[in-house]
């Protein structure tokens, strides 16, 4: 048993003046664990819109598009879905076919979030450029929303990097808020982008075998990452906390979101608005973490607070990752960095 815990649940069992005393200098570690009947709760976010990883042509795309967002719509999944507009013009022509992609995710009722222009990472640019990837990246997005009356509120980092230092992290975040935007953290990170690499791979070969066995793969990697979450919430809080869940546009997630979707219904969660998730104190703990590592919000506050990560990442399946590897390096992505 982690040692931490062990000793919130011994502070339980103070006498109650104690426990008052104790309540008011760390409330969120001291909040009671989860009834056993009390359901997690998760919001589900989508990344590298219109398609995440290397392009495989607008047909795919389309289809691709079509089947995750009635994937995420028929299970009323109110996701938010992070745009790189640079993906609407990398070929001639089709620009009004790749606006009309983001636009079926709209008109299906599905936020719509600025992920950057063209998915740079922060540590490779300076906050000037970084700031113009945001401008740039809201143009066409923000009509969409418009037009569906949806709001228009959220920022991802590309690869999860918030910034080179603590100084021109804090700069860019008060660029954020100026402009309205709220940005939108990651508490459970299944990798999917590596899976569906090797997903799409086979899937282009007409390889059903493989397809099935990448797919296994990921969900059983999937469900470890949601244990690895749940145990570092409880490491750090002494209790569950609402997560956010990230995921990418791609075609693993489009043809296998039910069963990602089953994970968490096993499990006991109930979906949940990013806002919503956000409103866990959790959220507001002390985060000074200033790296280019994109790791999860965990990874943040455990290092803000001095202590190392006491909590094993899953590892992912070695041929998955030398599968992934090999790929990636015989033709790279086409917007730079898009592969997550
Ligand atoms: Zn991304």
């Known amino acids: 048993m982690n040692v931490r815990r062990a000793g919130r649940r011994a502070s339980r069992l103070a006498p109650l003046s104690?426990?008052?005393?104790?309540?008011?200098s760390t409330l969120p570690a001291l909040a009671p664990p989860a009834a056993a009947e009390e359901?997690?709760?998760?919001?589900?976010?989508?990344?590298?819109?219109?398609?995440?990883?290397?392009?495989?042509?607008?047909?795919r795309m389309r289809k691709m598009t079509e089947r995750l967002v009635r994937a995420v719509a028929s299970r009323h999944v109110p996701a938010v879905a992070f745009v790189n507009e640079a993906q609407l013009f990398t070929v001639p022509g089709e620009v009004d076919e790749r606006i009309a992609l983001l636009d079926a995710w709209a008109a299906a009722g599905i936020e719509l979030g600025n992920h950057t222009y063209a998915h740079r990472s922060f540590h490779e640019v300076t906050l000037a450029q970084y700031e113009e990837g945001v401008v740039r990246g809201e143009t066409v997005t923000k009509l969409l929303a418009e037009r569906h009356r949806l709001p228009y509120r959220y920022f991802r980092h590309p690869y999860l990097d918030t910034g080179p230092d603590l100084e021109t992290r804090t700069a860019f975040e008060k660029f954020l808020a100026d402009r309205g935007y709220t940005?939108?953290?990651?508490?459970?990170?299944p990798a999917d982008w590596m899976f569906?690499?090797?997903y799409a791979d086979a899937k282009a070969h007409g390889d059903d075998a493989a397809m099935k066995?990448?797919?296994?793969?990921?969900l059983a990697y999937f469900d470890a990452a949601i244990s690895h979450a749940e145990t570092y919430a409880h490491s750090l809080f002494g209790r569950p906390i609402r997560h956010v869940l990230l995921l990418h546009a791609s075609?693993?997630?489009?043809?296998?979101?039910?069963?990602?979707?089953?994970?968490?219904?096993?499990r006991g969660y109930t979906f949940v608005p990013l806002a919503r998730a956000l409103e866990d104190e959790a959220y507001r703990s002390p985060n000074t973490f200033a790296s280019d590592a994109g790791v999860t919000w965990f990874e943040r506050w455990a290092a803000t607070r001095g202590s190392a990560a006491d909590v094993p990442s899953p590892t992912p399946p070695a041929w998955i990752e030398e599968a992934y590897e090999r790929l990636d390096a015989a033709a790279p992505a086409r917007i730079p960095g898009s592969h997550n």
């Open 251 to 266: 075609e693993l997630n489009a043809e296998n979101f039910d069963a990602v979707a089953r994970l968490f219904d096993r």
């Open 183 to 189: 940005i939108a953290p990651v508490t459970i990170d």
């Open 39 to 59: 359901r997690g709760e998760v919001a589900v976010t989508i990344d590298d819109l219109p398609q995440n990883g290397r392009e495989y042509g607008l047909d």
């Open 213 to 218: 066995k990448v797919a296994a793969e990921y």
């Open 18 to 24: 104690a426990l008052f005393i104790c309540l008011a």
């Open 196 to 198: 569906a690499v090797v």
